[in-house]
């Protein structure tokens, strides 16, 4: 397979690490099905409106925007259908569009979360190593006072035994 076909590119994005994620596959997948679902709805959409009176998608080009329009729930009114396998196709298109939409932002949040939650760990592990290293720190200064006092009260000791 030459490194610059369609399918070659596929593969060498899937099989990153970051492609790996679950998230990130259901978003590429879902984009890949909606465009599927594009080219087809707009391909067999054409002959039953073609013909019919009032149509006004006569052709692919015009076809592929409908469906481009139709998918993204932008709708302008420009294009519609008016036959009957015209609007069951215009509804499965509607349909796998705000599914793809929804995937989408389910995956973009599940990133963003995930992201969130990853920096929360590290501040959570950073906190938890300056508490320990500040315990450490503090136990050998408590030691250290201690032994201070325990100097002080032997010299203040000494000194009532030597005094008057």
């Known amino acids: ?28 997948w879902a ?20 013909s019919a009176p009032r149509a006004s998608i006569t052709s692919f080009p015009l076809a592929l925007w409908w ?16 036959t009957a396998p015209g609007r069951v196709i215009a509804g499965v298109v509607m349909l796998v569009g705000i599914s793809v939409f929804s995937v989408v932002t389910a995956s ?12 929360a760990r590290q501040v959570a592990q950073a906190l938890e190593h300056a508490g320990q290293d500040g ?11 201690h032994a201070r006092f325990d100097r002080m009260e032997r010299l203040l000791t000494q000194d009532r035994g030597s005094g008057p």
């Open 1 to 28: 397979m030459p490194p610059l076909s369609p399918l070659f590119l596929l593969r060498k994005l899937l099989g990153g690490e970051r492609w790996q994620r679950l998230h990130v596959k259901a978003s590429v």
């Open 31 to 50: 984009v890949l099905g909606l465009v599927l679902v594009l080219l087809l709805g707009s391909w067999i959409i054409v002959p039953y409106e073609h």
């Open 67 to 82: 469906s481009l329009e139709t998918a993204t729930t932008v709708g302008y009114g420009d294009l519609y259908p008016v």
């Open 108 to 119: 973009l949040a599940t990133w963003f979360v995930g992201s969130a939650g990853h920096r």
């Open 135 to 145: 315990k450490a720190d503090v136990s050998e200064e408590v030691r250290a006072l």
